[in-house]
């Protein structure tokens, strides 16, 4: 749980690193949850709301799909010590 301290610090800091990635259009970050994932261990979830589902057309899902991996590399890049999951939902 020690990666779980200080959530305000590092929230702080994770919404400026995620400000800097362009957004699809009809997506929009809608909040971020500290959280234990399925395994027990510490995560944080990233959830954008979308306007349009991602099974809708296979040009949206690659667009969803480019922003989970991008969201994933920048925290990456910026030494989060949590695993990073992006999540979907209904705007």
Same mark, same amino acid.
């Given at each position: 749980m020690a990666a779980l301290a200080q959530p305000d610090v590092q929230e702080s $800091?994770? =919404? @400026?690193?995620? #400000?800097t990635i362009p957004l699809p259009e009809? /997506? #929009?970050l809608? =909040?971020?949850e500290f959280r @234990?994932? #399925?395994s027990g261990e510490p995560a944080?979830? *990233?959830? &954008? $709301? *979308?306007?349009? +589902? +991602?099974?809708?057309?296979?040009?949206?899902a690659?667009?969803? %799909?480019?922003?989970r991996d991008t969201v994933s590399s920048r925290l990456r890049d910026f030494g989060l010590a949590l695993? /990073? &999951?992006? %999540? &979907? *939902? $209904? /705007?």
């Open positions: $800091a994770i =919404r @400026n690193v995620l #400000s009809g /997506a #929009s809608q =909040r971020l @234990n994932d #399925s944080l979830f *990233v959830v &954008y $709301a *979308v306007t349009e +589902p +991602p099974f809708v057309d296979e040009g949206r690659l667009e969803l %799909m480019h922003l695993t /990073a &999951y992006t %999540m &979907y *939902v $209904a /705007a």
